[in-house]
């Protein structure tokens, strides 16, 4: 019995170490910028350059820009495949899975020769327009999460009914979308959301390509000419994926009917970021 | 009556009077509320790809031709992708080799309640953190000053680096990328492994079957279709990344995401076009693997009911 146990047991247990390895050595490393002595010095340094800050502040607005946007098209879309178009829905589900068939990094060499400044759409020409275009990029990289999400969440509530009868008390279409519908919903937005927001914050390869100042490319300049703030960063890259998971675990939680939406959200993982 | 409570639920505002002949208004503005979504999707992510994969069959004046796709036989590019091929499948094989028993050892193993919920989170933490700051991570761990490399140099005199090892190199990129490799076989096996009714153990069990045969017979061919599925999507996972490459190795390691990033950035291939062609490649490859993937998946799932 017990040596049957024994290696299920070994196995997780080198597991552990090989995943928590890098995590300590990563944090060892931050702490040790001051020769012989652990300290925050990293951590500092790190707080007191303001292109940190700046391009932390980017990355965040860029990702609540990206959540908002992607749930005013994601809901309507799957409340009205849901209500009006259910034959189009495997359409729909799979356009919201293509971004993880189509490589970001072609993603965006589209957008750029597409969109260039002597196109039909001249996002690139200006700083607005390329950072909108980027905030666009990103909605499309979130897709396949947000609408996972939410198309999970309506399928939990009875749309129809309750379209019904809102519709009975006299309520409209916006009215029913934004006060009936969405809050319903919410906790699969939410969930949605902070996966979004896992993502958006380190991306990489649409940002330095469009030549935006995101937190990606800075991170990526960082690791370039530094040694020990990269780890520092690591560190706090890190802490803000646990915290985006954890508040996904607790949205996903409390979700009525839908205690697994969160953890099936998990295996699509962040591929778009890499 | 019933007709206008019916055009009134469908959302028309100019119900017809019930005397009038009944005309096909009704729905005639339902598509309406889908089009922001299939022009967003046609812009931004069907646009461009089809831009691309056109460009890859065009010269630089416009004309058709297959010199691009032909210009991809190169020995640089072929090289580019054959480092790439082989980075995925070696990533792909391992997180799957690994990531299967863990995942088994967490379902069937017998280990205290606690362990599974644990894991599965830990799993999908570690699933997102990739990109650059894994990078950092594994440089902190197993660079050159990394934690774990001067531990062994001080501990037991074993240089790493001396022995050939080097983080910025094809194993190296291999042993990083399982950090989110292993994680993400974790989370996409486990629900097959719980597919796996013990009633099939017990019976094959009765049966006089030994463990061996059990697996080879019962276990492995139930569960193949969901092991080779999850492999695929680890390769595609792996065959598009960049971010994390390009952190750890630079430009030094020339796999097929780094060598379009370059070119991007300054035509280093002298050719926009063999560009294209370059993107299309890789649409190519991750496009496959993911059609398998849904192709087996869809084949797996006849065993969960």
Same mark, same amino acid.
């Given at each position: 019995?017990?040596?049957?146990?024994?290696?299920?047991?070994?196995?997780?247990?080198?597991?552990?170490? *090989?995943?928590?390895?890098?995590?300590?050595?990563?944090?060892?490393?931050?702490?040790?910028?001051?020769?012989?002595?652990?300290?925050?010095?990293?951590?500092?340094?790190?707080?007191?350059?303001?292109?940190?800050?700046?391009?932390?502040?980017?990355?965040?607005?860029?990702?609540?820009?990206?959540?908002?946007?992607?749930?005013?098209?994601?809901?309507?879309?799957? *409340?009205?495949?849901?209500?009006?178009?259910?034959?189009?829905?495997?359409?729909?589900?799979?356009?919201?899975?293509?971004?993880?068939?189509?490589?970001?990094?072609?993603?965006?060499?589209?957008?750029?020769?597409?969109?260039?400044?002597?196109?039909?759409?001249?996002?690139?020409?200006?700083?607005?327009?390329?950072?909108?275009?980027?905030?666009?990029? *990103?909605?499309?990289?979130?897709?396949?999460?947000?609408?996972?999400?939410?198309?999970?969440?309506?399928?939990?509530?009875?749309?129809?009914?309750?379209?019904?009868?809102?519709?009975?008390?006299?309520?409209?279409?916006?009215?029913?979308?934004?006060?009936?519908?969405?809050?319903?919903?919410?906790?699969?937005?939410?969930?949605?959301?902070?996966?979004?927001?896992?993502?958006?914050?380190?991306?990489?390869?649409?940002?330095?390509?469009?030549?935006?100042?995101?937190?990606?490319?800075?991170?990526?300049?960082?690791?370039?000419?530094?040694?020990?703030?990269?780890?520092?960063?690591?560190?706090?890259?890190?802490?803000?994926?646990?915290?985006?998971?954890?508040?996904?675990?607790?949205?996903?939680?409390?979700?009525?009917?839908?205690?697994?939406?969160?953890?099936?959200?998990?295996?699509?993982?962040?591929?778009?970021?890499? | 009556?019933?007709?206008?409570?019916?055009?009134?639920?469908?959302?028309?505002?100019?119900?017809?009077?019930?005397?009038?002949?009944?005309?096909?208004?009704?729905?005639?503005?339902?598509?309406?509320?889908?089009?922001?979504?299939?022009?967003?999707?046609?812009?931004?992510?069907?646009?461009?790809?089809?831009?691309?994969?056109?460009?890859?069959?065009?010269?630089?004046?416009?004309?058709?031709?297959?010199?691009?796709?032909?210009?991809?036989?190169?020995?640089?590019?072929?090289?580019?992708?054959?480092?790439?091929?082989?980075?995925?499948?070696?990533?792909?094989?391992?997180?799957?080799?690994?990531?299967?028993?863990?995942?088994?050892?967490?379902?069937?193993?017998?280990?205290?309640?606690?362990?599974?919920?644990?894991?599965?989170?830990?799993?999908?933490?570690?699933?997102?953190?990739?990109?650059?700051?894994?990078?950092?991570?594994?440089?902190?761990?197993?660079?050159?000053?990394?934690?774990?490399?001067?531990?062994?140099?001080?501990?037991?005199?074993?240089?790493?680096?001396?022995?050939?090892?080097?983080?910025? =190199?094809?194993?190296?990129?291999?042993?990083?990328?399982?950090?989110?490799?292993?994680?993400?076989?974790?989370?996409?096996?486990?629900?097959?492994?719980?597919?796996?009714?013990?009633?099939?153990?017990?019976?094959?069990?009765?049966?006089?079957? =030994?463990?061996?045969?059990?697996?080879?017979?019962?276990?492995?061919?139930?569960?193949?279709?969901?092991?080779?599925?999850?492999?695929?999507?680890?390769?595609?996972? =792996?065959?598009?990344?960049?971010?994390?490459?390009?952190?750890?190795?630079? =430009?030094?390691?020339?796999?097929?995401?780094?060598?379009?990033?370059?070119?991007?950035?300054?035509?280093?291939?002298?050719?926009?076009?063999?560009?294209?062609?370059?993107?299309?490649?890789?649409?190519?490859?991750?496009?496959?693997?993911?059609?398998?993937?849904?192709?087996?998946?869809?084949?797996?799932?006849?065993?969960?009911?």
């Amino acid at each position: 019995m017990t040596n049957s146990r024994l290696v299920p047991f070994a196995i997780v247990a080198v597991g552990a170490l *090989y995943f928590f390895l890098p995590l300590v050595a990563t944090f060892e490393f931050s702490l040790s910028m001051l020769r012989g002595i652990w300290s925050f010095e990293a951590y500092r340094v790190v707080f007191d350059d303001p292109r940190f800050r700046e391009t932390f502040v980017f990355s965040v607005v860029a990702a609540l820009a990206t959540i908002v946007l992607g749930a005013l098209l994601v809901v309507p879309t799957a *409340y009205w495949v849901r209500l009006k178009f259910p034959r189009l829905r495997p359409l729909v589900e799979f356009i919201t899975l293509l971004p993880l068939v189509i490589p970001p990094i072609v993603l965006v060499f589209g957008y750029l020769r597409l969109y260039n400044s002597s196109s039909f759409l001249p996002f690139t020409g200006s700083a607005l327009g390329t950072n909108i275009l980027l905030v666009f990029g *990103y909605v499309i990289l979130s897709l396949p999460y947000m609408f996972r999400a939410v198309d999970t969440g309506m399928a939990a509530i009875d749309i129809r009914t309750l379209t019904e009868a809102a519709e009975s008390l006299g309520a409209r279409r916006p009215t029913i979308l934004f006060k009936v519908i969405l809050p319903n919903v919410r906790a699969a937005v939410l969930s949605g959301a902070f996966l979004t927001f896992a993502i958006v914050i380190g991306e990489f390869v649409l940002a330095s390509l469009l030549n935006r100042p995101a937190f990606g490319p800075y991170l990526a300049l960082m690791g370039a000419n530094r040694a020990y703030e990269p780890a520092a960063l690591a560190v706090i890259a890190f802490a803000v994926t646990w915290a985006c998971m954890a508040l996904l675990q607790v949205v996903g939680s409390q979700a009525p009917g839908r205690s697994r939406s969160g953890r099936s959200l998990f295996k699509l993982g962040r591929r778009a970021a890499r | 009556m019933a007709s206008i409570v019916d055009a009134g639920t469908t959302g028309s505002r100019t119900a017809p009077a019930a005397g009038q002949p009944r005309r096909r208004p009704p729905r005639s503005l339902a598509w309406l509320g889908i089009v922001p979504f299939f022009a967003f999707a046609l812009l931004f992510l069907i646009g461009p790809t089809v831009y691309l994969i056109f460009g890859a069959f065009q010269t630089p004046s416009g004309a058709l031709t297959f010199d691009n796709i032909i210009g991809l036989f190169t020995p640089q590019i072929m090289a580019a992708y054959s480092i790439s091929i082989q980075v995925s499948l070696a990533s792909a094989a391992f997180g799957a080799l690994v990531g299967f028993f863990i995942a088994y050892a967490i379902v069937h193993g017998g280990l205290p309640g606690a362990i599974r919920p644990t894991v599965v989170t830990f799993a999908g933490v570690a699933s997102n953190f990739a990109g650059i700051p894994l990078a950092f991570a594994f440089l902190a761990t197993l660079g050159r000053l990394g934690l774990v490399t001067l531990f062994l140099k001080d501990t037991f005199g074993i240089n790493i680096y001396t022995l050939g090892f080097n983080l910025l =190199s094809f194993w190296g990129l291999t042993i990083t990328y399982l950090y989110f490799q292993i994680p993400l076989m974790v989370l996409i096996i486990t629900p097959a492994l719980d597919g796996l009714k013990k009633e099939w153990s017990e019976a094959s069990e009765i049966l006089g079957a =030994s463990r061996w045969q059990y697996w080879r017979m019962v276990g492995l061919p139930v569960l193949a279709p969901s092991i080779l599925g999850c492999f695929l999507l680890l390769f595609a996972n =792996s065959f598009g990344a960049i971010a994390t490459a390009y952190a750890l190795t630079g =430009s030094s390691l020339n796999i097929v995401p780094i060598l379009l990033y370059a070119q991007i950035r300054g035509d280093v291939l002298y050719n926009p076009n063999l560009g294209y062609a370059l993107a299309f490649g890789m649409i190519v490859i991750t496009g496959c693997s993911n059609v398998l993937y849904l192709w087996l998946r869809a084949r797996a799932e006849r065993w969960r009911q």
